[in-house]
């Protein structure tokens, strides 16, 4: 079963910035461990980028385009996106998930992710909404964008810092992943 990893940003993108803490190296940490431990379970995966910057796009939109073709001309069965999030309101925490269609498998694929984080590290469950970003759009196959939580909040900025809550969440997606998929026979 292949699974592509996209780990949001990168280049000359570092994504929201929050208590210190920048966006593009939490969703590649995090995507790395989830690659890891993907594989370890026997399944296929690649990962959009796996430094800051390796095969991003100067364009933006070119460079959106470009994951989705990506994860296309592979053939991957799943598109896993990786974010973090960010608001105007210090208070706003929470994981939530994405989709492009609800009542969809990835809709389904991203209620089982979301469960899975909130069960595991505690964060509250702020559920999966449907968005017209370009790598839900633009992917052939079941695709989720995964919102970890908030760099604006300082509880959660701490977390997405820390190597051992980055570990803890790319557990957390990867059981949420399994729970949904079954592991590769
Ligand atoms: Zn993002």
New binding site residues.
């Given amino acids: 079963m292949k699974i592509f990893i996209d780990p949001?940003?990168g280049g000359p993108d570092p994504?929201?910035v929050g208590n210190g803490v920048t966006?593009e190296f939490v969703n590649l940490n995090v995507s790395l461990e989830l690659a890891r431990l993907l594989r370890d379970a026997g399944f296929d995966v690649r990962l959009y980028r796996t430094t800051s910057d390796d095969g991003v796009l100067e364009n933006k939109n070119a460079d959106l385009r470009n994951r989705a073709a990506q994860a296309n001309s592979w053939g991957a069965d799943y598109f896993i996106s990786i974010?973090?999030n960010s608001s105007e309101r210090p208070a706003a925490q929470g994981v939530e998930a994405y989709v492009y269609r609800l009542g969809t498998a990835s809709e389904r694929l991203a209620q089982s992710i979301v469960d899975s984080v909130s069960d595991e590290l505690g964060s509250i469950n702020r559920g999966v909404m449907q968005a017209n970003f370009a790598v839900l759009r633009r992917t052939n196959m079941p695709a989720v964008l995964v919102e970890l939580g908030y760099l604006t909040n300082a509880t959660e900025a701490l977390n997405l810092n820390s190597p051992a809550w980055q570990r803890a969440v790319a557990d957390a997606i990867f059981q949420g992943i399994v729970n949904y998929t079954g592991y590769p026979v």
């Fill in positions: 949001g940003h994504g929201a966006e974010h973090t």
